[in-house]
């Protein structure tokens, strides 16, 4: 009798408990995944994708920085406590690095993100065609940017650059890159027609970088000539306080955890008018010394350059002088001189490139590759020259041994 009661009591409880869910409003703080695929929802997960983006693009700027010679972390700086930002700055990288972890993650999600909703939006039927297009134009950009960071910073080894995608095989960062410009393309076929052609300067401009960093000059050439062009903005990730750049709390006013070197001080020193592209301000160690950390993102909103004119006059002045054309290689770099406000150079050698590519893109994210392009890298033999995929995606891998 009394097991009868009992079931009896259960199943009450299940049609009960049945009903009640039935009757629930929908959710007021969540959104249910299928809610999403809907035409009034376009914007929305475009914000997001473009969310995603900055929340990976300042965190691997300042992450590279650390690992090339553009950032130090010392712990004579108040504030400087991380353990993981040592091993970045050392070379001597944990499998268990959280920080690089972050990074990873939010590069994994923003590329996830991007290609999600170009499922979804193969899904709905009724977007606005002008939604439609810039919710593409966004999608494909990113993945094809996350492919690029993902073959540029990321490594198993120590010298072997490269990444992964959804828990798939490691993919050497030629082949990554080859992957980004696919991506780049479909980007370039849903750029705007109506920004006076901005859009389509952006994707040109990336697609030069990545060819550049491949070593193909020649199309680094042509895609930089129809990049972004003086007067054009840069092409930059936003943030709010509610998601803020994170130079502000890792090296920046907010926290400073790394200075950077004291040659960007040096520049300034020999030449007063490099403080015009050279944005730092100094900070007192716990010793007295006197430190210098950048003042190019000084507040949480501060947005973060992804690409700009400046760099492809720069890709245009290193790809016209490895082709003996010092004549153009020179005024390439002069008319970034010119809108610092800094005096015209009469020569140019690759040294002078690499030079302007050290201040004019000071703190993008580039310092890392530009130091193993020009075989100068400046930690020892053995140590760490891209960051280290950790042991959480090695583990949840099996193509990674996990």
């Given at each position: 009798?009394?097991?009868?009661?009992?079931?009896?009591?259960?199943?009450?409880?299940?049609?009960?408990?049945?009903?009640?869910?039935?009757?629930?409003?929908?959710?007021?703080?969540?959104?249910?995944?299928?809610?999403?695929?809907?035409?009034?929802?376009?914007?929305?997960?475009?914000?997001?994708?473009?969310?995603?983006?900055?929340?990976?693009?300042?965190?691997?700027?300042?992450?590279?920085?650390?690992?090339?010679?553009?950032?130090?972390?010392?712990?004579?700086?108040?504030?400087?406590?991380?353990?993981?930002?040592?091993?970045?700055?050392?070379?001597?990288?944990?499998?268990?690095?959280?920080?690089?972890?972050?990074?990873?993650t939010n590069l994994s999600e923003a590329r996830y993100f991007a290609e999600d909703l170009i499922r979804r939006l193969g899904e709905i039927s009724d977007a606005d065609p002008e939604q439609e297009r810039e919710a593409m134009y966004t999608s494909y950009l990113v993945s094809g940017l996350m492919r690029q960071y993902m073959a540029s910073y990321f490594g198993l080894n120590p010298t072997e650059p490269g990444g992964v995608i959804n828990a798939g095989p490691f993919i050497p960062a030629s082949e990554m890159y080859n992957l980004a410009l696919e991506h780049y393309q479909l980007a370039l076929g849903k750029a705007s027609t109506d920004d006076g052609g901005y859009q389509g300067r952006v994707v040109?401009?990336?697609?030069?970088?990545?060819?550049?960093?491949?070593?193909?000059?020649?199309?680094?050439?042509?895609?930089?000539?129809?990049?972004?062009?003086?007067?054009?903005?840069?092409?930059?990730?936003?943030?709010?306080?509610?998601?803020?750049?994170?130079?502000?709390?890792?090296?920046?006013?907010?926290?400073?955890?790394?200075?950077?070197?004291?040659?960007?001080?040096?520049?300034?020193?020999?030449?007063?008018?490099?403080?015009?592209?050279?944005?730092?301000?100094?900070?007192?160690?716990?010793?007295?010394?006197?430190?210098?950390?950048?003042?190019?993102?000084?507040?949480?909103?501060?947005?973060?350059?992804?690409?700009?004119?400046?760099?492809?006059?720069?890709?245009?002045?290193?790809?016209?002088?490895?082709?003996?054309?010092?004549?153009?290689?020179?005024?390439?770099?002069?008319?970034?001189?010119?809108?610092?406000?800094?005096?015209?150079?009469?020569?140019?050698?690759?040294?002078?490139?690499?030079?302007?590519?050290?201040?004019?893109?000071?703190?993008?994210?580039?310092?890392?590759?530009?130091?193993?392009?020009?075989?100068?890298?400046?930690?020892?033999?053995?140590?760490?020259?891209?960051?280290?995929?950790?042991?959480?995606?090695?583990?949840?891998?099996?193509?990674?041994?996990?």
């Amino acid at each position: 009798m009394q097991r009868v009661l009992i079931f009896l009591l259960v199943g009450f409880l299940f049609y009960a408990c049945n009903d009640y869910v039935q009757s629930v409003d929908p959710l007021i703080d969540q959104v249910e995944d299928e809610r999403l695929t809907d035409a009034s929802q376009v914007i929305f997960l475009t914000k997001g994708v473009q969310q995603r983006m900055a929340t990976t693009v300042a965190l691997a700027g300042m992450l590279s920085g650390g690992l090339s010679d553009e950032m130090v972390f010392d712990q004579d700086v108040p504030n400087a406590t991380f353990p993981t930002f040592r091993e970045i700055d050392e070379g001597n990288i944990e499998p268990d690095n959280n920080s690089i972890d972050g990074l990873f993650t939010n590069l994994s999600e923003a590329r996830y993100f991007a290609e999600d909703l170009i499922r979804r939006l193969g899904e709905i039927s009724d977007a606005d065609p002008e939604q439609e297009r810039e919710a593409m134009y966004t999608s494909y950009l990113v993945s094809g940017l996350m492919r690029q960071y993902m073959a540029s910073y990321f490594g198993l080894n120590p010298t072997e650059p490269g990444g992964v995608i959804n828990a798939g095989p490691f993919i050497p960062a030629s082949e990554m890159y080859n992957l980004a410009l696919e991506h780049y393309q479909l980007a370039l076929g849903k750029a705007s027609t109506d920004d006076g052609g901005y859009q389509g300067r952006v994707v040109n401009s990336l697609i030069a970088r990545v060819h550049l960093l491949a070593g193909n000059y020649s199309s680094a050439a042509t895609f930089a000539e129809n990049g972004l062009v003086s007067g054009d903005e840069a092409f930059s990730a936003l943030y709010t306080t509610q998601s803020p750049n994170d130079y502000y709390f890792g090296g920046g006013r907010g926290r400073t955890q790394w200075i950077v070197d004291f040659r960007f001080n040096d520049y300034i020193t020999a030449d007063p008018a490099e403080a015009n592209r050279i944005l730092i301000e100094t900070i007192e160690g716990s010793s007295g010394t006197i430190y210098y950390r950048q003042a190019a993102f000084p507040e949480q909103t501060s947005p973060y350059p992804i690409v700009t004119w400046q760099e492809m006059s720069l890709i245009i002045a290193e790809t016209s002088l490895r082709n003996n054309d010092s004549g153009r290689a020179l005024s390439a770099v002069n008319s970034v001189r010119a809108f610092y406000g800094l005096g015209t150079l009469s020569a140019i050698d690759m040294d002078t490139i690499i030079t302007e590519r050290d201040k004019t893109l000071f703190l993008q994210g580039h310092r890392m590759m530009d130091e193993k392009r020009f075989n100068q890298w400046h930690l020892p033999t053995g140590t760490w020259q891209v960051l280290r995929i950790g042991e959480r995606e090695i583990n949840a891998n099996p193509n990674l041994g996990g």
